[in-house]
C-alpha cells in the first residue's frame, strides 16, 4: 500500500481546505408574487410553479 512520504504540514492541508466550504442557498424569484424561493420547487406563498398557469397547490389563506 502506498503510504505518504512526508507529512503534510498544518499550514499545507488547512490551505487545501480553504476552497472546501458549503455554498450559499440559490434563491429564485416567483413570477406571481417575487417571493425568494428555492428552484425547482412550489411557491410556499401563492403555490405557483414555473411556467404552468394558475397555482399548482391552492393558497391558503
Ligand atoms: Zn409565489
Redesign the pocket.
Known amino acids: 500500500m502506498a503510504v505518504p512520504k512526508r507529512k503534510i504540514s498544518k499550514t499545507r492541508g488547512r490551505k487545501r481546505r480553504t476552497h472546501i466550504r458549503a455554498r450559499s442557498i440559490q434563491t429564485v424569484v ?6 425568494s ?1 428555492l428552484p425547482h420547487a412550489v ?1 410556499p ?4 410553479y414555473a411556467r404552468f398557469d394558475g397555482p399548482v397547490v391552492p393558497a391558503n389563506d
Open positions: 416567483c413570477r406571481e408574487c417575487h417571493l424561493i411557491c406563498r401563492c403555490g405557483h
